[in-house]
């Protein structure tokens, strides 16, 4: 797998990307905006890194966890009930993320495997 070329990794960076901008367009509930920032943020950074060094199914890994998290993010900042449009604006790239995630760790691991044959050490 060269670098920069893995769809799914690309898909988590404009979730985060998407993540952030949100913040444009909904109203500030309790923490939201720091759940907000800091999960886009993360998401964006862990995107780069796997499109940057191809084939660390670890680091696929962080990005599925990274996900979660961001799912998470509306019940850990309190703000999943009252405000539905501020939770769907986390929820929703959450999901895409970590549904690109998941299919980006069997191309990893194949190239990890590819680079590090078993019993070569």
């Given at each position: 797998?060269?670098?920069?070329?893995?769809?799914q990794n690309?898909?988590?960076?404009?979730?985060?990307?998407?993540?952030?901008?949100?913040?444009?367009?909904?109203?500030?509930?309790?923490?939201?905006?720091?759940?907000m920032l800091?999960?886009?943020?993360?998401?964006?950074?862990?995107?780069?890194?796997?499109?940057?060094?191809?084939?660390?199914?670890?680091?696929?890994?962080?990005?599925?966890?990274?996900?979660?998290?961001?799912?998470?993010?509306?019940?850990?900042?309190?703000?999943?009930?009252?405000?539905?449009?501020?939770?769907?604006?986390?929820?929703?790239?959450?999901?895409?993320?970590?549904?690109?995630?998941?299919?980006?760790?069997?191309?990893?691991?194949?190239?990890?495997?590819?680079?590090?044959?078993?019993?070569?050490?």
């Amino acid at each position: 797998m060269k670098r920069w070329t893995a769809w799914q990794n690309w898909v988590a960076v404009a979730a985060g990307v998407y993540t952030l901008l949100a913040m444009s367009w909904t109203t500030a509930v309790g923490s939201s905006m720091a759940y907000m920032l800091t999960g886009g943020i993360v998401l964006i950074v862990v995107g780069v890194i796997n499109l940057a060094v191809p084939g660390m199914p670890l680091a696929e890994w962080v990005q599925v966890v990274v996900s979660l998290l961001v799912i998470a993010a509306p019940w850990f900042g309190s703000f999943a009930s009252g405000t539905p449009d501020v939770a769907l604006n986390t929820w929703i790239p959450g999901v895409v993320a970590l549904i690109a995630s998941v299919m980006a760790i069997q191309p990893a691991m194949k190239v990890y495997h590819e680079h590090h044959p078993v019993g070569s050490h």
